[in-house]
């Protein structure tokens, strides 16, 4: 009897080798050539099941997207208050990049090549964390006199700015830390400055004036 062919383990076999390439040499740098010898898939399966190469690529974006998104399922439904909300997002945001080896550099050859419109996945989660951030400002429980997407950017721009340069900084200032001990020192440090917005909660105002 001829074996029936496993379509989304091939399938997964296929996102899987793209995202690596992707991830290391960009969309326009890669050919359906690499991710047919990459995953061991002829072209003719690779287009079978994804039609082109764009649509290969839009596929990996938000199957890491969707990684991405995993990682605050569940933080809203913990009942936390604003400033654990913040740390637990802080923690989760942070962790993630430590830890996924091709989000960062995907998203960076997403940015390169003005592809950073491939997958609203990331932009609803960044919207809803808006909402929630402007929610509570209708509470009382957040200053309203900064703007919800100001204070993402405070949180979000840090960590692509340490995990892009911090290697970098660390040789030209003769670091002698390791990795592990930066990371949970900018971690702390990031957090304890961001919570200070909730301790003082006329912080903002005064920043404004």
Do not use: C
């Not at 419109?117 to 402007?134: C, F, H, P, R, W």
């Amino acid at each position: 009897m001829r074996k029936k062919r496993d379509a989304e383990g091939t399938k997964a076999q296929i996102l899987e080798s793209a995202e690596q390439l992707f991830a290391s040499k960009g969309f326009s740098g890669t050919s359906l050539a690499e991710i047919s010898q990459a995953s061991g898939i002829s072209d003719g399966l690779i287009l079978y099941h994804f039609k082109s190469k764009e649509k290969l690529y839009k596929k990996v974006i938000e199957r890491i997207s969707r990684r991405y998104v995993d990682v605050f399922q569940g933080l809203r439904e913990r009942n936390l208050s604003p400033p654990e909300m913040m740390r637990e997002s802080l923690k989760s945001v942070f962790d993630f990049w430590r830890t996924d080896n091709t989000y960062n550099r995907i998203s960076l050859w997403a940015h390169l090549e003005r592809r950073e419109n491939a997958s609203l996945t990331e932009a609803s989660l960044t919207a809803g964390l808006a909402a929630y951030l402007k929610s509570q400002q209708d509470g009382g429980r957040f200053p309203k006199s900064i703007h919800p997407i100001v204070f993402l950017s405070m949180i979000i721009g840090p960590i692509h700015f340490w995990f892009r340069y911090k290697t970098r900084y660390a040789e030209i200032l003769h670091l002698k830390e390791t990795d592990e001990f930066l990371d949970e020192l900018f971690q702390k440090q990031l957090s304890r400055i961001l919570t200070s917005f909730f301790d003082d909660p006329d912080l903002w105002d005064r920043i404004g004036q």
